[in-house]
């Protein structure tokens, strides 16, 4: 049976087509990091890509950008962040240090995560100048 | 026979037509919701054209090519012409809805500075708003009464799409919105102001209208979050600019309500709590307090309502439980609704602990 | 069962006779016994699935919380999009090709067909504990059957876990079938049947199992990581720890959208062997069907975030995923004018599965128009997540392809089992369907325009009377259904016996075989001419 022409040619495409099931399973799994990567390399989303970006962009006139910051915590958790400054006008070209507090509120030792998210995505990117 | 159901089938299609004028997508009142509309109409409008054209060959077809009517098939299986044509044809029909189409999305993500900054932040099953500039912000819950619901009442004209405190926004202000979520993924829909933007936990989203006319506006949230997912209307109040002032200063200077417990008895507190158990538990814990274990407790007969220990059921609603649906009322409520809510938990159903909850007691245990 | 000489005779006792049967349909290998076992239990789950749609249109009625809670609501929603999809559109395409293709291609069976029995008994085993995830403590799974994270993953009920499993199991199911169709299709053509001599409807199947490959593995590791984000403290998709709520819904749409065309590259195929029959001419456009079958295969995979234009993507990714949406509509639309072409100066005769296929031509082509509109990005701001889209995909699912399959049914039936269903009941089947299916969904398309969101249980007063007439049409076509039960159950010991060619029109290798088939057809490659 094993010499049969149409069974070895079977065997061959039956391997074939699980070998490439499970690459694909395997592809969803990849895409966690790979997500990160896209995310990068479009610059969607992240701030990395933002910071990059903001360092290279040209601008030819001044510009005045208004930018606002928000926490939004968890209140399952005794815990207190905010930042110092909820909003500033940042002119091009130039770096600004913006401080956040965080406090336990609590006698316990505690680990939190703070994940950053910005928007507009195109306005970190300096695609539209900002009035 | 057949004939006359064929004519059945196709009026039935029609017949809804007659409500089509009434029953559209709003034009609504912003700059976008306008755009929308009108490539809503336009698109149709095509759709309608191709619709016409095929339909008219098939019931061509169908009449004039039966058997029954001796026709003869041809015998062609192939035309490279027509094909082409018919190829080309729906490219350009497709070229022709895109160009306006990417203007409007220009438009849309247009992020020139805003008047007013709103954030919105999606909780289960409820909008919260917070006007950054003035931080100021409240929780906007829906206000129809359970009773409506489950048909006691008569339900109103605005039967689950009124809310106790609306969102109240300037006319002719570009006004930002930025939008987030407290627990699961909710989106943010108003059809008459062109806008729905979904509200993602750990992510801050935004969107952006310019309301040219006063007047009050519905919407609903638009993504299942849970139970209450029917039941978190989102209700605009557009009025114009120094009306807004005047309020969002009102707003900013409302001293919130010390701790009272002067007036507070058994059954004002069984009262008030009773309505705002239903209204705000009850979609978890049940009306009668059953819940739905093990996602959601039963309260009956629980330690946490029937023992001594009062504070500990007092922590558990003001700070929720983590990694558990249970949320974190302190924010959402005051401390009469608070002490009314917990009251009533302890009294009710068979409970009778004879426990008064007060004011300054939630106070106290306010971080 | 084809061929009945295998069941004892009548001197054996009850008991021998019910294990013999059990045995038999247990172990069989023949795709022939297979296909009928896939088509059972897919008329099966389409009642139960049916059942699920009565409860949420009768609670939609009119407004206000009657019948059920809002919580299980949310799970009989989940539930009918889950056992709609997975316990019926798969499986009854799984049984026409197991049915068909090795007949279509002059094989003897299917390649692989012991994997075939095994991939068929996993089904309706992932059924059964799908559904009894609704009875388990903490209710069923009522996220919807698109399980967005975190209301999934943080929210979802312990039965939850069971659903993933019962996932797991229908994917692997479908992938097994998946490779058999490969192989068979690859490797077990009749001499002489070159590629493009191969009928539609087995070139859809390959098609269609070529997606399957590429995204059951992804929907696979998508629920994988709900379970570990459940139960072993992952954070895929929790922001909090460092994931991402939208990865989940990119990993869910890159299968759910090709997915749409799983299920409807069957249809197409069957409404392609259909229509040339009833209009006594071949198909028109042989060659470029097989090309915008092929276009839409590849296509189907790159415009799965059509599904997500509100949750926050860039404005270069609404652009892009609009414009491919939007030339999906070029293959798909030159498929229809092909049927149509094919109908157009023919012989037209109205048999119930030409009706059906009709029917399926007129509501798929407005099916696609709606879907045009939905791949508008700006405009979709305003339909998604309404009954605007609830209406356009019932319009694909049911009016055109569970039509479709209905057609085909009526049309392979005499074939299958040597005897005619009963065309009166039939007809009666068709136009019963048909109006209501219409009155059904119709008027969703105004509700999602008027503001109506989906997935809720209640609803605001002035969306009253569109429901009232759509949950009417839902009840007329419900019960429809069982005139259709009927004919198949009682046409088969009662029916006239039916000829080899069947329909005067057919062509193709499985109407030279008669009616039944030998259990064992083309055990000797036939000829193509």
């Known amino acids: 049976m094993a010499k049969d022409p ?29 997500y990160d990567v896209m995310c990068d390399a479009l610059g969607i989303g992240k701030i990395r890509a933002a910071t990059d970006e903001l360092t290279t962009a040209t601008v030819n006139e001044s510009h005045t950008l208004t930018v606002e910051f928000v926490t939004t915590t968890t209140k399952q958790l005794d ?41 507009p995505v195109q306005g970190v990117l300096q695609k539209n100048p900002q009035k | 026979m057949v004939s006359l159901f064929r004519v059945l089938g196709a009026s039935v299609l029609f017949l809804p037509a007659l409500v089509i004028a009434q029953i559209n997508m709003p034009r609504g009142v912003t700059p976008v919701s306008h755009e929308i509309y009108d490539l809503h109409m336009m698109v149709f409008w095509i759709v309608v054209a191709i619709l016409a054209v095929v339909y008219g060959v098939v019931i061509y077809t169908l009449v004039n090519h039966r058997k029954s009517k001796d026709a003869v098939a041809a015998t062609f299986s192939e035309n490279t012409t027509v094909e082409i044509i018919w190829t080309i044809i729906p490219l350009l029909i ?93 989106s943010w829909w108003v059809p008459e102001l062109g806008i729905k933007r979904d509200a993602v936990p750990g992510y801050v989203y935004e969107g952006w209208a310019r309301i040219e006319e006063p007047g009050t506006y519905r919407g609903q949230c638009a993504e299942l979050c849970g139970v209450g997912h029917g039941f978190m209307p989102v209700v605009v109040e557009a009025v114009d600019p120094q009306a807004f002032d005047v309020w969002i200063r009102k707003l900013a200077s409302t001293v919130p309500s010390v701790a009272s417990d002067q007036g507070w008895t058994l059954p004002t507190a069984m ?5 705002l158990y239903d209204q705000h538990c009850a979609v978890c814990h049940k009306i009668d307090g059953s819940g739905m274990p093990p996602t959601f407790p039963a309260l009956t007969n629980s330690s946490i309502a029937t023992s001594t220990d009062v504070n500990r059921h007092v922590d558990l609603v003001l700070h929720g439980v983590p990694h558990t649906a249970m949320q974190a009322y302190a924010p959402q409520f005051d401390n009469e609704e608070l002490a009314a809510i917990i009251t009533y938990e302890r009294n009710a159903w068979g409970h009778n602990t004879g426990d008064l909850v007060l004011p300054s007691q939630i106070q106290a245990q306010r971080r | 069962m084809a061929d009945e000489s295998n069941l004892h005779t009548s001197t054996t006792s009850v008991g021998a006779r019910m294990i013999s049967f059990i045995v038999h349909w247990t172990m069989t290998t023949n795709h022939k016994d297979i296909g009928t076992l896939y088509m059972c239990a897919a008329l099966f789950n389409m009642f139960v699935g049916g059942l699920l749609a009565l409860a949420i249109r009768a609670e939609l009625f009119i407004p206000g919380l009657q019948i059920v809670n809002p919580n299980f609501y949310n799970t009989l929603t989940t539930m009918h999009g889950l056992i709609m999809l997975f316990g019926v559109l798969m ?66 009920p312990p039965s939850t876990d069971f659903m993933i499993f019962a996932i797991h199991m229908l994917g692997i199911s479908s992938i097994m079938g998946a490779i058999n169709i490969i192989t068979t299709i690859w490797t077990m053509r009749a001499p002489g049947m070159t590629w493009l001599k191969l009928p539609m409807f087995v070139w859809t199947w390959l098609v269609t199992a070529f997606i399957l490959l590429a995204i059951m593995p992804v929907l696979a590791g998508a629920v994988t990581m709900m379970l570990f984000d459940r139960n072993f ?171 479709a399959f209905f057609g085909a049914v009526y ?119």
């Open chain 3, 233 to 403: 403290g992952t954070s895929f998709f929790d922001a909090a720890g460092g994931g991402d709520p939208l990865l989940f819904q990119n990993l869910l749409w890159f299968f759910g959208h090709p997915e749409v065309y799983v299920l409807a590259l069957p249809a197409f195929g069957v409404i392609s062997e259909i229509i040339p029959t009833f209009s006594r001419k071949p198909l028109f456009g042989y060659r470029s069907m097989v090309v915008a079958t092929v276009l839409i295969g590849f296509l189907s995979g790159v415009v799965w975030a059509h599904h997500m234009f509100t949750s926050g993507m860039p404005y270069g990714a609404q652009l892009y995923f609009m414009l491919a949406s939007m030339l999906i509509a070029v293959p798909t639309g030159m498929k229809v004018f092909n049927w149509v072409a094919t109908m157009f100066r023919g012989s037209l005769s109205f048999e119930t599965p030409m009706l059906f296929a009709i029917a399926f031509v007129i509501m798929f082509t407005f099916a696609g128009c709606t879907g045009v509109m939905l791949a508008v990005a700006p405009a979709d701001f305003q339909y998604h997540d309404s009954y605007f889209v609830v209406a356009h995909f019932h319009y694909v699912l049911v009016n055109s392809l569970l039509f």
């Open chain 1, 79 to 119: 815990w207190s962040f905010y930042p110092l400054v909820k909003s500033l006008k940042a002119q091009t070209s130039q770096t600004y240090v913006v401080n956040f507090v965080a406090k336990n509120n609590t006698a316990k030792t505690m680990t939190v995560q703070a994940i950053p998210s910005v928007t």
């Open chain 2, 271 to 275: 009262e008030r709590g009773a309505v």
């Open chain 2, 94 to 186: 497709i070229t022709a809805i895109l160009v306006p189409s990417i203007r409007v999305l220009i438009h849309m993500d247009d992020f020139d500075a805003a008047e007013l900054t709103v954030k919105v932040t999606g909780h289960q099953w409820k909008w919260q708003y917070e006007y950054l500039e003035h931080g100021v912000g409240f929780f906007s819950n829906l206000s129809t009464p359970v009773a409506q619901m489950v048909g006691v009442d008569k339900k109103n004209e605005w039967y689950l799409l009124e809310v106790d405190k609306p969102l109240v926004l300037p006319t002719n202000r570009k006004v930002r919105f930025v939008l987030t979520s407290n627990d699961v993924i909710h």
């Open chain 1, 6 to 34: 149409i069974n070895t040619s079977q065997r061959s495409v039956v391997v074939k087509l699980v070998v490439g099931t499970v690459f694909m399973f395997g592809f969803s799994f990849a895409l966690v990091p790979l």
């Open chain 3, 91 to 156: 499986p009854v395409a799984a049984g026409f090709a197991n049915w068909q293709i090795p007949m279509m291609i002059g094989a003897p069976d299917m390649a692989l067909p012991r994997i075939n029995n095994m991939a068929f008994w996993l089904m309706p085993f992932a059924t059964v504990m799908l559904v009894s995830a609704m009875f388990m403590d903490g209710g069923g799974p009522n996220f919807g059957w698109t399980m967005y994270a975190p209301l999934s993953t943080t929210y979802g």
């Open chain 3, 411 to 529: 049309y392979w039936y005499p074939k299958w089992f040597g005897r005619m269903y009963n065309e009166g009941l039939g007809q009666w089947h068709f136009w019963l369907s048909f109006i209501s299916a219409n009155v059904l969904f119709f008027p969703q398309h105004f509700l999602g325009l008027a503001g109506m969101p989906r997935r809720i249980p209640d609803y605001a007063i002035s969306f009253t009377d569109l429901n009232m007439i759509s949950s009417v049409g839902a009840f007329v076509f419900g019960f429809t259904q069982l005139l259709f039960a009927y004919n198949l159950v009682v046409s088969v010991r009662r029916g006239q016996k039916a000829s080899a060619q069947v329909w005067e029109g057919a062509k193709g290798l499985e109407w030279t075989l008669s009616s039944p088939p030998p259990y064992h057809s083309f055990q000797t490659p036939p000829k193509i001419g």
